[in-house]
């Protein structure tokens, strides 16, 4: 059974930084690409990055060169580099693994969901 789990949210101050981590088992992470996500109550769920298996990374225009993915295939895991982090990042945070994804957009069919971590960045 897939199991996808975010960790490392939490209450930051605008400016400050933080790490998501996102480890998996029951599926072989080496060959998926994966992506991050966020949401707002109220609103769609938008991608922030993608990466694939073969490290090669995707765009978003939702937070350029502030937050870098990066994965680990030998430990199952994914995660987010937030830096300046601003109040509007505030939302959760999903891992997210692709069955299909656009480089170009970080959309595209997701196959596996974590159940998500919140993030709230105050001014």
């Known amino acids: 059974q897939a199991q996808v789990v975010e960790s490392g949210g939490g209450l930051v101050q605008a400016g400050e930084s933080l790490k998501l981590t996102c480890t998996v088992s029951?599926?072989?992470?080496?060959?998926?690409?994966m992506g991050w996500f966020r949401q707002v109550p109220g609103k769609e769920r938008e991608a922030v990055a993608c990466i694939t298996h073969e490290n090669i990374k995707g765009s978003t225009d939702t937070v350029k060169d502030r937050f870098t993915i990066s994965r680990d295939n030998a430990r199952n895991t994914l995660y987010l580099e937030m830096n300046m982090l601003k109040p509007e990042d505030t939302a959760t945070y999903y891992c997210?693994?692709?069955?299909?994804?656009?480089?170009?957009?970080?959309?595209?069919?997701?196959?596996?969901w974590g159940q998500g971590t919140q993030v709230t960045v105050s001014s």
């Open positions: 997210a693994a692709y069955s299909y994804a656009n480089l170009g957009s970080c959309l595209g069919r997701v196959q596996f």
């Open positions: 029951g599926f072989n992470f080496a060959v998926y690409t």
